[in-house]
């Protein structure tokens, strides 16, 4: 049987760079700005490191999840110290609710970390947790990590490097199917900059993040690549991860219910 090489796009945001072509937008561009304040988006931060950004969620109050390959300095040819990362939570054109500085990176049990591109199969290990120094789940909140399942409604968000300085979410695309264990596809639209993002989703009763968002194949109608959320679960409640998503006393509650535009 031949096998197909997928080309993948990963959604990294190196700093200062201008978007020559938005590879991830299906058609018109569905993504809207949310309200940065606003739970769940105020869980979602941007994750800054030397040369580049990736997003990030809060799933304890210590806890992010985010894409290993953020984990990778292109630059250097080695991977990010824990102390290059700060997680800002709530960024909004200069404006943000609570920052942290990572103190301990847990990348994937089979993530290798060496800048290699594995194609489709190794996106499954596309996910990665950081400890924080400052318990800003305690204040923000957090989601809880969910099931992936196939035809479900979803929210994929993050700060695109075209608009790098606001949240931006496309709220009722899908995950339209399971190309490998771990690997879901869907129809959202996002782009560079969106690395690690959150996919939110309705399960086991309520919003969960239900993957983490990791590349696009250019070649397959823009596709979405996520990482799928019970992956992280093992080494995500060993760490200290919410059982229950839990809105905090620092977000306002959300003007948008997303529990019903998931359901």
Known sequence: MRRLAVVLMLLAAPAGAEPR?????????????????????????????????????????????????????????????????????????????????VTMVHAAPNWVLDGQ????ASRADDWALMELEEPLGDEIGWVALGT???????????????KAQVPLAH???RLTRQALPGVFIHDCDAVQGESG????????GGLRLVAVNVAVIPSQGEA????????LRPLAERLGAGKATRAGSASRPASLDLGQSLR
């Open 224 to 231: 979405g690549v996520a990482a799928g959320g019970d992956a």
């Open 21 to 101: 072509q938005l590879h991830g937008i299906k058609g018109e561009d569905q993504r809207l700005r949310m309200e940065a304040r606003e739970f769940p988006w105020s869980a979602m931060g941007r994750l800054n490191f030397f040369n580049g950004h990736c997003s990030a969620t809060l799933i304890g109050p210590r806890l992010i999840a985010t894409a290993a390959h953020c984990l990778w300095n292109r630059r250097t040819q080695k991977p990010f110290p824990a102390s290059s990362f700060t997680f800002v939570a709530g960024w909004d054109r200069g404006e943000y609710l609570r920052a942290s500085k």
């Open 171 to 173: 709220v009722g695309c």
């Open 148 to 162: 992936s399942q196939v035809g479900m409604k979803v929210a994929v968000a993050g700060y695109g490097r075209d």
């Open 197 to 204: 993002g959150p996919v939110f989703g309705w399960s086991e």
């Open 117 to 120: 591109e594995r194609g489709l």
